[in-house]
């Protein structure tokens, strides 16, 4: 009896936060889109450092579903810092900045989160793959340990909200949009 009391115990106490934690999951949505692709071409030089590896341009959305404001930590100009992938055969490219700082971006209820980010790699991709933005809740982090959570979560693939995973090749690119 006192074995059932404590396991029911122990199940209430945990419930709400994987209750709220599937809220989050479903109230925020990564959306991808693969827009094109750059690789070596006659005209370049293949001494060229940008000719050492293939460039891949990726469109990453995040939409709040939900009624309420969704807040996640960034940076207003290294915003690609938070992208992560399931793979380690692409690299994301960071911006180069006079300036960047910590950020708390809001999305209103509906509205699109949107960043282009640019991978590349040393070798043709055609597979598969998961993107993914680290969410780190301005609530629970302090602007001093913003950056080393950023850090720390894309080393070990935490707090990442993942997109469906999407095709990425030389032949795939769609860089148009019709809405």
């Known amino acids: 009896m006192n074995t059932t009391i404590v396991?029911?115990?122990?199940?209430?106490?945990?419930?709400p936060v994987d209750m709220g934690k599937r809220e989050t999951e479903q109230s925020l949505q990564l959306k991808t889109v693969f827009k094109g692709?750059?690789?070596?071409?006659?005209?370049?030089?293949?001494?060229?450092?940008?000719?050492?590896?293939?460039?891949y341009l990726v469109d990453v959305k995040i939409i709040n579903n939900s009624d309420s404001v969704a807040?996640?930590?960034?940076?207003?100009?290294?915003?690609?810092?938070?992208?992560?992938t399931d793979t380690k055969e692409l690299q994301v490219c960071i911006n180069s900045c006079p300036s960047n700082s910590q950020i708390v971006f809001k999305l209103m209820p509906k509205q699109e989160f949107s960043v282009p980010v640019i991978f590349k790699?040393?070798?043709?991709?055609?597979?598969k793959v998961k993107i993914g933005f680290v969410i780190l809740s301005p609530k629970n982090i302090s602007w001093d340990d913003a950056f080393p959570a950023i850090e720390e979560s894309v080393e070990n693939?935490?707090?990442?909200?993942?997109?469906d995973p999407i095709k990425i090749g030389l032949n795939l690119a769609k860089p148009f949009e019709v809405n």
């Open 157 to 163: 693939l935490e707090n990442v909200l993942w997109s």
């Open 71 to 84: 807040e996640f930590i960034g940076y207003d100009c290294t915003t690609a810092e938070n992208i992560v």
């Open 121 to 127: 790699s040393p070798n043709s991709i055609d597979f």
């Open 7 to 15: 396991l029911l115990s122990l199940v209430s106490i945990f419930l």
């Open 37 to 55: 692709v750059y690789y070596y071409l006659e005209k370049d030089s293949a001494n060229e450092n940008c000719c050492k590896h293939i460039y």
